[in-house]
C-alpha cells in the first residue's frame, strides 16, 4: 500500500533564504507524486505534479521538486522565500490515478 | 475562472442534528472526491465518485454517513446523526483526467 511521510511537521526560516520540505513515500508500484499548498482557511492548491519525464518538475509560484526514485523521495524546494509563501505544504502520492493519500503536512513560516 | 464550490461555508450543529454539505463540481470532470480534515487525523479520503457512480466509500463511517451524486453538478455529504467527533473541515474535491484534484474552499463543521 502507498503511504507518504513528511519528515517536518514545522519548518521556520527567513525570508529570502532558500527552503526545502522533505517528502518521501513507500509504494510497490510506479507512482504519480504531487505538492499541494493550503493557506488558512482555504482550500487545497496544487504547486506542482510528477507523472512522467524528467524527474525536475516546476511549479507555480517558483517552486520545483525532484523525484529521486532510488531514495523514493520528492522534495520540494524554493530558492528564495517570501512572507506569503506562509502557509501549509503537503505531498501526495497515487498509485492508482484517482486516489491520493497525503502526508500529514509541513507548515512553512516565513519569518521577516 | 472555473472552481469547485461548496455550501455551507460553516455549519455550526447540535449533537443528534442532520447535517448535509453540498458540492458543486467543476463542469466536465467527471470525478468527484470527499475527504475531511482535522488537526488528529490529517486529510483523510471519505468517499469518491467517478461519473457519479460510487467508486470507493471506505474511508466513510457507513452508520452515519452517506454519500451521493444526484446529479452531475451536485454531490453530497450527509451525516445522521451528527456527533461532536465529526466536527472538522470537509473538503470536496473534482478532476477530469483523474490525477489532478481541484479542492473546494471546504464547509467547517462544529458539532456541539
Known amino acids: 500500500a502507498q503511504s507518504v511521510t513528511q519528515l517536518d511537521s514545522q519548518v521556520p526560516v527567513f525570508e529570502e533564504a532558500p527552503v526545502e520540505l522533505r517528502c518521501n513515500y513507500s509504494?510497490?508500484?510506479?507512482?504519480?507524486l504531487f505538492w499541494y499548498v493550503q493557506y488558512p482557511n482555504q482550500g487545497l492548491q496544487l504547486l506542482l505534479k510528477?507523472?512522467?519525464?524528467?524527474?525536475l518538475v516546476k511549479g507555480i509560484n517558483g517552486f520545483e521538486a525532484e523525484f529521486n526514485k532510488s531514495q523514493t523521495s520528492f522534495h520540494l524546494r524554493k530558492p528564495s522565500v517570501h512572507i506569503s509563501d506562509t502557509a501549509e505544504y503537503f505531498c501526495?502520492?497515487?498509485?492508482?490515478?484517482?486516489?491520493?493519500?497525503f502526508g500529514s503536512g509541513t507548515q512553512l513560516t516565513v519569518l521577516p | 475562472d472555473a472552481r469547485v464550490t461548496q455550501t455551507p461555508r460553516h455549519k455550526v450543529t447540535e449533537m443528534g442534528q442532520e447535517v448535509t454539505m453540498r458540492c458543486q463540481p467543476i463542469l466536465g470532470h467527471n470525478t468527484v472526491f470527499w475527504y475531511r480534515q482535522t488537526m488528529m487525523q490529517g486529510l483523510e479520503l471519505l468517499a469518491y465518485f467517478r461519473n457519479r457512480a460510487p467508486l470507493d466509500d471506505s474511508g466513510m463511517p457507513k452508520d452515519r454517513f452517506s454519500a451521493e451524486m444526484p446529479d452531475a453538478t451536485l454531490a453530497t455529504l450527509k451525516i445522521q446523526p451528527s456527533e461532536p467527533r465529526d466536527s472538522a473541515v470537509y473538503f470536496c474535491a473534482s478532476g477530469e483526467t483523474g490525477i489532478e484534484q481541484f479542492f473546494g474552499p471546504g464547509t467547517r463543521l462544529t458539532v456541539l
Open positions: 509504494s510497490s508500484v510506479s507512482v504519480y
Open positions: 501526495a502520492v497515487s498509485e492508482v490515478p484517482r486516489q491520493l493519500t
Open positions: 510528477y507523472l512522467s519525464g524528467s524527474t
